[in-house]
């Protein structure tokens, strides 16, 4: 009788592992996707912060031109009228709101400076900028309501036209002028508001040309080897600085 074969045994049964070997860094493999440039996805959109911060800058520079234009030009208009009498009769007499009061188109003027130097300035100098913009807005608006009732001024030019110290005013009226100055005012008072609250989203006009701290180092040139303090270096190191050449 002839023996009876033992069966073989087969490896790969026994270890599984060998079947489906691990794969390696990088390759691909059962639940693992193949790494490559075809598997990047699209950059992520900006944040809503950015939308947030353009949207405020655009807000605050429409808000602060228009403010100061408009109280430059109310400030060049007449703000009241009335008739002075005189020996010749009943004589006109007008006021125009720099005559009245300097205080809204001087605090214009700052307001629109504050509103260029929010841009040059960072951290707590961007907010005592955007504070000073805020406030020459009020007083603005303040000094323009002030001056809507003055009647001191119409006595003056009244005054100056008869040549009569003391000559009252009537029929006192009042234009729009004023309003316009006062509107003017809280246009530059919203910008201020607006810097404060979202000023530090912004970019900051000086650091387009700020050169950043470690540039310096990498951006540093080889030493020139023809220069004569480089060759006398190279003289003092032993090394003859015209071999390479």
Same mark, same amino acid.
């Given at each position: 009788?002839?023996?009876?074969?033992?069966?073989?045994?087969?490896?790969?049964?026994?270890?599984? +592992?060998?079947?489906?070997?691990?794969?390696?860094?990088?390759?691909?493999?059962?639940?693992?996707?193949?790494?490559?440039?075809?598997?990047?996805?699209?950059?992520? @959109?900006?944040?809503?912060?950015?939308?947030?911060?353009?949207? &405020?800058?655009?807000?605050?520079?429409?808000?602060?031109?228009?403010?100061?234009?408009?109280?430059?030009?109310?400030?060049?208009?007449?703000?009241?009228? $009335?008739?002075?009498?005189? $020996?010749?009769?009943?004589?006109?007499?007008?006021?125009?709101?720099? *005559?009245?009061?300097?205080?809204? @188109?001087?605090?214009?003027?700052?307001?629109? @400076? $504050?509103?260029?130097?929010?841009?040059?300035?960072?951290?707590?100098?961007?907010?005592?900028?955007?504070?000073?913009?805020?406030?020459?807005? $009020?007083?603005?608006?303040?000094?323009?309501?002030?001056?809507?009732? *003055?009647?001191?001024?119409?006595?003056?030019?009244?005054?100056?036209?008869?040549?009569?110290?003391?000559?009252?005013?009537?029929?006192?009226?009042?234009?729009?002028?004023?309003?316009? &100055?006062?509107?003017?005012?809280?246009?530059?008072?919203?910008?201020?508001?607006?810097?404060?609250?979202?000023?530090?989203?912004?970019?900051?006009?000086?650091?387009?040309? +700020?050169?950043?701290?470690?540039?310096?180092?990498?951006?540093?040139?080889?030493?020139?080897?023809?220069?004569? *303090?480089?060759?006398?270096?190279?003289? *003092?190191?032993?090394?003859?600085?015209?071999?390479?050449?």
């Amino acid at each position: 009788m002839s023996p009876v074969p033992e069966p073989r045994s087969h490896p790969e049964l026994e270890h599984p +592992e060998l079947e489906h070997p691990e794969p390696g860094p990088g390759e691909p493999g059962p639940g693992r996707p193949a790494a490559g440039p075809d598997r990047a996805g699209p950059d992520p @959109a900006p944040g809503p912060a950015v939308g947030t911060g353009r949207r &405020s800058l655009a807000a605050a520079l429409a808000l602060g031109a228009a403010g100061a234009a408009l109280a430059l030009v109310a400030g060049g208009q007449t703000w009241s009228e $009335a008739t002075t009498t005189a $020996a010749q009769g009943a004589l006109p007499v007008a006021a125009e709101g720099r *005559d009245v009061t300097g205080a809204p @188109a001087a605090l214009a003027i700052v307001g629109l @400076a $504050a509103l260029v130097a929010v841009f040059a300035v960072r951290r707590a100098g961007r907010t005592a900028v955007a504070a000073l913009l805020a406030l020459s807005g $009020a007083g603005t608006a303040a000094g323009s309501l002030l001056g809507r009732g *003055d009647t001191g001024t119409l006595e003056a030019e009244a005054a100056r036209v008869t040549g009569l110290v003391g000559a009252g005013v009537e029929n006192v009226t009042h234009t729009g002028w004023p309003l316009v &100055s006062t509107a003017a005012g809280l246009l530059l008072l919203l910008a201020g508001l607006i810097a404060l609250r979202h000023g530090r989203r912004w970019p900051a006009m000086s650091g387009r040309y +700020e050169r950043p701290a470690g540039a310096a180092r990498r951006g540093a040139a080889a030493p020139d080897p023809e220069r004569p *303090d480089e060759m006398w270096r190279a003289l *003092d190191r032993g090394e003859d600085p015209t071999r390479d050449r």
